[in-house]
């Protein structure tokens, strides 16, 4: 494939090297300067970028290296928009649970496009790479659904739809900024498509107030007004997790439940989908994906050091190939292998051999990256 999603692709973030994170402890402690840890993030970034050309990525990324949350250090950028404290959340492992209480954030006021966000950081990273630079962004869902109407201010929005209308405006700000300055891939993180594939995150939002079947649809009516302004060269996708953090997850259940809307109703060019293991289900609800989409599945693991094989691969790429066509397929890793800063339980060597895997495996079976 000459555009995005690429043959060969990845979610987008990769372990922090020691020196970032010992800088970014640095700079909690009012050691050194915002200054001078951008200067050793732009180290890092150089480093992550020639890791994946060497690996002959199409798709490049910074790995995240600026971010703590994948979510919070865009969503928090915005106006109107505050995190307090933390909900507990249970993540689960191979070996058991794990708590996590990510921050929470809240709108407190009307949510607005204030700056570019991602502008400087695009910027760089279209500066020091040949390939595609690809812009990973938390989906515009992510301030709805953990808190629900409860964490959006009623003074701001006593009505819905108005919260819905500014976010998409504030998407759509962002959009045209990364546009404006080159960029013709954007990836939307989206962890709410895939939680209400679990039964026990729809009865969630139902105890909050919310419909979790009518949710879907009003998230790709979200999603399609933040993208719905795109130049035409701008190419958008949506990743859909089920929880990354220290190798565990939260959601569990296959795409069934918003298959049809996922793939008919939400104006996207390409989803990545987990496809790790059968927390994900089975390949069916692929039947529904239109004659015009992508879907990179993600067969590669990032929680576990084991590595997958060639021929377990192709495998599951020919089980997948009986609900969709074999040309509309991508691959990739099911996830980031560093979603937060604290990056999953995997070596770098490990991350390295399964991205050398998934290039491998896609020149394989499509004849290209």
């Not at 999603?5 to 909690?28: I, T, W």
């Not at 109107?80 to 954030?105: H, L, Q, R, W």
């Not at 953090?245 to 996207?268: C, I, M, R, T």
């Not at 979603?339 to 399964?354: E, L, P, W, Y």
Request: hydrophobic letters at 35%.
């Amino acid at each position: 494939m000459q555009q995005p999603p690429f043959r060969a692709d990845h979610v987008g973030s990769f372990l922090r090297p020691k020196f970032l994170l010992d800088a970014r402890e640095q700079f909690r402690n009012q050691e050194i300067s915002s200054e001078q840890l951008r200067e050793v993030e732009d180290r890092a970034i150089r480093d992550i970028v020639k890791f994946q050309e060497d690996l002959g990525l199409e798709g490049i990324t910074d790995g995240e290296y600026r971010r703590t949350y994948f979510h919070t250090d865009f969503l928090t950028q915005l106006g109107g928009v505050v995190t307090e404290g933390g909900i507990n959340v249970s993540f689960k492992t191979a070996d058991g649970s794990i708590n996590f209480a990510p921050p929470v954030m809240k709108v407190e006021g009307k949510v607005s496009h204030l700056r570019s966000i991602q502008g400087a950081d695009f910027d760089f990273l279209k500066s020091i790479t040949n390939k595609t630079p690809k812009v990973t962004i938390p989906s515009p869902t992510m301030l709805h659904f953990r808190g629900g109407r409860k964490a959006i201010s009623e003074e701001a929005y006593p009505e819905m739809e108005d919260f819905y209308s500014d976010v998409a405006k504030a998407y759509q700000e962002e959009l045209r900024s990364l546009a404006e300055r080159g960029a013709s891939y954007v990836q939307l993180d989206d962890t709410n498509l895939a939680y209400l594939c679990d039964p026990k995150m729809r009865e969630g939002a139902r105890q909050r107030g919310e419909d979790p079947d009518a949710l879907p649809r009003r998230y790709a009516q979200l999603i399609n007004a933040a993208i719905a302004d795109r130049p035409a060269g701008l190419r958008i996708c949506v990743h859909l997790c089920r929880g990354n953090f220290k190798s565990a997850w939260v959601a569990e259940g296959g795409y069934e439940p918003v298959a049809e809307v996922l793939f008919n109703e939400l104006d996207v060019d390409g989803y990545f989908l987990e496809y790790d293991d059968e927390r994900s289900g089975d390949f069916a609800p692929l039947r529904h994906v239109p004659k015009n989409k992508t879907v990179v599945l993600g067969l590669v693991t990032t929680k576990l050091q084991e590595m997958e094989t060639k021929d377990e691969l192709k495998q599951r790429i020919e089980e997948a190939a009986r609900y969709m066509p074999l040309e509309q397929m991508a691959l990739s890793p099911q996830c980031g292998f560093s979603s937060t800063v604290h990056g999953n339980d995997i070596a770098f060597d490990a991350q390295a051999a399964k991205l050398r895997l998934v290039t491998e495996v896609a020149q394989d079976v499509w004849g290209s990256l």
